[in-house]
């Protein structure tokens, strides 16, 4: 009961503070600070950040209150994660590539919510089906977790020349 409503829990929350990071960097007066963790522009690299800095948050939380002790968790929430990340740019550019436009808010929302509900519930299914942890499996989801935000700092004023990062 506890995991479902953790899971539950981590999607509302997510959700929330996901919708809330989409308008955070104009209601601060366009703060760089604020811009490293939300939305700067309409890019679709951008709008990824709505789903990886509430579910890093929410997992880390998560991990230091319930989950220190399961082991896999952070490794299996931060593949989980990349899931989610990879699942909102495919369904993202092949909806628009279909229908042929971008400014589609309920179906990119709709979309934003389908890619949390995809990490949290990818983590719980590795959680019940896994057999072995690597022996360094937290080191290595830290790791994840830090060169994405690392990567999503640097590339909010500073991205690559590619269409992924480019606003509609």
Same mark, same amino acid.
């Given at each position: 009961?506890?995991? @479902?409503?953790?899971?539950?829990?981590?999607?509302?929350?997510?959700?929330?503070?996901?919708?809330?990071?989409?308008?955070?960097?104009?209601?601060?007066?366009?703060?760089?600070?604020?811009?490293?963790?939300?939305?700067?522009?309409?890019?679709?690299?951008?709008?990824?950040?709505?789903?990886?800095?509430?579910?890093?948050?929410? +997992?880390?939380?998560?991990?230091?209150?319930?989950?220190?002790? +399961? @082991?896999?968790?952070?490794?299996?929430?931060?593949?989980?994660?990349?899931?989610?990340?990879?699942? =909102?740019?495919?369904?993202?550019?092949?909806?628009?590539?279909?229908?042929? @436009?971008?400014?589609?808010?309920?179906?990119? =929302?709709?979309?934003?919510?389908?890619?949390?509900?995809?990490?949290?519930?990818?983590?719980?299914?590795?959680?019940?089906?896994?057999? %072995?942890? &690597?022996?360094?499996?937290?080191?290595?989801?830290? =790791?994840?977790?830090?060169?994405?935000?690392?990567?999503?700092?640097?590339?909010? %004023?500073?991205?690559?020349?590619?269409?992924?990062? @480019?606003? &509609?």
């Amino acid at each position: 009961m506890f995991k @479902k409503l953790s899971v539950i829990i981590g999607i509302l929350f997510c959700v929330g503070l996901g919708v809330l990071l989409h308008f955070t960097y104009e209601w601060s007066g366009y703060n760089m600070a604020v811009g490293y963790f939300s939305s700067v522009n309409e890019s679709t690299w951008e709008h990824l950040k709505l789903l990886f800095f509430p579910v890093t948050l929410y +997992t880390l939380g998560q991990f230091v209150f319930c989950e220190r002790k +399961t @082991k896999g968790f952070l490794l299996f929430r931060a593949v989980s994660l990349l899931i989610g990340l990879i699942f =909102i740019t495919s369904a993202f550019f092949t909806v628009s590539g279909i229908v042929g @436009k971008t400014d589609m808010p309920v179906v990119n =929302i709709a979309i934003f919510v389908v890619g949390v509900i995809i990490t949290f519930v990818l983590t719980e299914l590795m959680l019940r089906s896994v057999y %072995y942890v &690597p022996k360094y499996s937290n080191l290595f989801a830290l =790791i994840i977790f830090a060169v994405f935000t690392l990567l999503f700092i640097v590339w909010s %004023y500073d991205p690559p020349n590619i269409g992924l990062f @480019k606003a &509609p």
